[in-house]
Structure formats: structure tokens, C-alpha cells
């Protein structure tokens, strides 16, 4: 079969399905192990940032919670304590990529997975599955 630039037109012209490519369990499940930081929070306050239409490629989350419960902490959390947590919300839309960290609610009490940054508040340190239940798994 002989190229012509009309079949490489042809096969331009063809529509492509959008790749999703997200982490697979495994990878949330090391993260979620990895992270310095595995408390259960009550959720005090919520202050998300605004999204101007087509500027806005993410939304800063900065959450003030109250330490319910520790499984593991190298800041040294006791329950009780008031803390600060920042990270940056990020829609995938059509984009491949691991899943946005979730906007976690007013009054709602979830798992976080967490390491502190140099500043003295706290980030994100799973990715997708920092405010999700320990992902089960070898």
C-alpha cells in the first residue's frame, strides 16, 4: 500500500478517545502507609479559594479540624489538638491523571492522611485518598 497525504489526512480526521489514566490501588495504599501523619479529624472550618471560570485550574483548601484519633503521628498529635491543613483541589475534567484530593465538609469527621510542612500547618500526603479510609490491600 502506497502513503498518500490524503490517508494521513484521513487518518487525522479520526476521533481519539481521551486516555484516563489513574493510580491504581496499590500506589493510594503505599501512599497512605508512607504518610507521617494517619489521624481521624473532625472538620471545624472550610475556606476554599474562589475559581475564576476558564483561569482556574485548581481551588486552595484550607481546613481547620480537631484531631479525633491517632493511629500514627511524627508531629506528635494527641487528640484534642487544633490543626491546620492546606492542600490544592484540582479537578481532572477530561485530564488523565491520579484523582483530586476531595473538599472534606463542615462537621464531618474522616480519616487524613497527612505530613507536616515547615510552616506548622499540615498537607495532604496521599494524593486522592489522603480523606479516604485506609485502602485495603496486601
Given amino acids: 500500500m502506497r502513503y498518500t497525504p490524503l490517508l494521513a489526512l484521513a487518518l487525522l480526521a479520526l476521533p481519539v478517545a481521551p486516555a484516563r489514566a489513574e493510580l491504581p490501588p496499590d500506589a493510594y495504599r503505599d501512599m497512605q ?3 507521617p501523619e494517619a489521624v481521624e479529624i473532625r472538620v471545624a472550618a472550610v ?3 474562589i475559581c475564576w471560570f476558564w483561569l482556574c485550574d485548581g481551588r486552595d483548601v484550607e481546613v481547620e479540624a480537631e484531631v479525633v484519633g491517632v493511629t500514627r503521628s511524627a508531629a506528635g498529635l494527641k487528640p484534642g489538638a487544633r490543626i491546620t491543613i492546606r492542600y490544592r483541589h484540582v479537578p481532572l475534567g477530561d485530564r488523565s491523571g491520579p484523582r483530586a484530593i476531595r ?7 474522616t480519616p487524613a492522611f497527612l505530613e507536616k510542612a515547615a510552616a506548622g500547618h499540615f498537607e495532604a500526603a496521599a494524593r486522592g485518598a489522603s480523606f479516604d479510609p485506609p485502602v485495603k490491600g496486601r
Fill in 103 to 109: 473538599v472534606v465538609r463542615v462537621g464531618e469527621t
Fill in 33 to 35: 502507609r508512607a504518610a
Fill in 47 to 49: 475556606d476554599v479559594s
